[in-house]
């Protein structure tokens, strides 16, 4: 923050989730995040804001049409961390073949949402052989050349479901609670879900009913209804818990805030002459050789070097019940880097091109 915005004025730092309208009444730019509503509560008394910047792909904790109507700029930052989340999911379905002794390859993912984090998904699964079916009526619609499916379908063929769609409320393809008691039941036996979008999408409640009647469905959630406070009930019946992490990764954060950064240098007609590269501590060269990337268990051997979700499952069952466990978590999440920082050995030979395009960088060794 202070490195791209320290020259442009004094930083102010507040609690984003308590933010009230008396703290932003002078302020010349707003940067929030996803916890923070942006909205004529918060700022009437401020008559002075030139940018409201988020570092998020989600807006829906902010007002567009109040935001529109003051002639304040707005921008977010949309696929600054859609390699995160795409990395994040691919790892938990990794993780989940493993603990089921029930291999990813050979599955059938379906993915529901192919906007930024729904493609990223898409391209691990593709780098890994894996065969992917997209849902979005709304792209469809808008003629994107991609071929899709309903969503009846993708639960009827596919073995894996990934959300990653926005929460909106009205409208023809409204995806709150577009899981809910029925279209849960409607899923195959056996089937992966996975939430990285937004809670709202599942009925939590629902989803608790169903789970308990329903073990053979595995069901990893990185967001949930209600957050900070998740249902606790629900915890247990969840093979791997995250407090809405999935897009941490350092580069998706730098990323998300350079964007900003680029915006407001823009509003404010001033030159901005940072790089991105500044905010990123150098890549990994560790020596692992593709050569080893044998199977799957091997390959996720690699994955849990960049990440290891299995950490922050343990944190989360151990904290979200604490005051303010949720967010100390996401507010102290340790440094995550993506799959691109870690340098593999002959990542060039025909036969593990895949890594490469799975996102790791290659060198020579
Ligand atoms: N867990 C986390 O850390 C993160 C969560 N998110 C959440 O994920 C959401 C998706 O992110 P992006 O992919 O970057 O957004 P995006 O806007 O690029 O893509 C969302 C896609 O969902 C599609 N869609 C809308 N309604 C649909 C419906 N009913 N059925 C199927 N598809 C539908 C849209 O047409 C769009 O292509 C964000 O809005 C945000 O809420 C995003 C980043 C990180
Ligand atoms: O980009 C989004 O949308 C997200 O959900 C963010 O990754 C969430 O992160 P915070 O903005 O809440 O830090």
Redesign the pocket.
């Known amino acids: 923050m202070q490195q791209l915005f320290g020259d442009l004025g004094t930083i102010e730092t507040v609690n984003g989730r308590e933010l009230a309208a008396e703290q932003v009444k002078d302020a010349d730019v707003l940067l929030v995040r996803s916890v923070t509503k942006v909205n004529q509560a918060l700022l009437e008394n401020n008559d002075k804001l030139k940018f409201v910047g988020s570092a998020t ?2 807006t ?1 904790h902010i007002d567009l049409e109040y935001l529109a109507c003051r002639n304040i700029p707005f921008s977010n930052a ?2 600054c ?2 390699t995160a ?1 795409g990395e994040f999911a691919f790892i938990a379905m990794l993780e989940l073949a493993q603990r089921f002794k029930s291999p990813l390859k050979g599955k059938v993912v379906g993915i ?7 493609t990223a998904v898409a391209k691990c699964l593709k780098a890994y052989g894996i065969e992917v079916l997209l ?5 469809e619609k808008k003629g994107d050349s991609r071929s899709f499916v309903s969503l009846n379908t993708l639960i009827d063929k596919c073995d894996v479901v990934s959300l ?5 409320k009205t409208g023809e ?1 409204k ?1 709150w609670y ?1 899981f809910d008691e029925a279209r849960l039941n409607s899923l195959r036996e056996n089937t992966w879900l996975l939430n ?3 809670g709202e999408v599942i009925d939590n409640r629902a989803l608790l009913r169903f789970k308990q009647q329903r073990d053979d469905v595995k069901v990893v959630l ?2 949930w209804e209600g957050e900070p406070n998740p249902m606790p009930e629900l915890v247990p019946y969840i093979e791997f818990c995250t407090p ?4 941490y990764s350092l580069e998706g954060k730098a990323r998300g805030t350079f964007m900003l950064y680029q915006q407001l240098t823009k509003v404010l007609a001033i030159k901005g002459d940072k790089q991105m590269e500044s905010l990123l501590p150098p890549l990994w060269s560790e020596q692992v050789s593709a050569i080893e990337i044998a199977d799957e268990r091997a390959l996720l051997q690699l994955a849990r070097f960049v990440y290891d979700l299995r950490d922050d499952d343990e944190l989360f069952r151990n904290n979200f019940l604490n005051n303010h466990g949720f967010d100390h978590m996401r507010k102290n999440h340790k440094h995550r880097r993506e799959f691109s920082a870690l340098k593999v050995g002959n990542i060039g030979q025909t036969n593990v091109n895949w890594l490469s395009n799975l996102g790791f960088s290659g060198v020579e060794l």
């Open positions: 792909i989600g829906d949309p696929g961390n859609a989340v529901v949402g192919a906007g930024n984090t729904g849902c979005d009526p709304v792209l990653h769609v926005p929460i909106t393809h995806t577009l990285c979008c937004r990185d967001v809405h992490i999935a897009g």
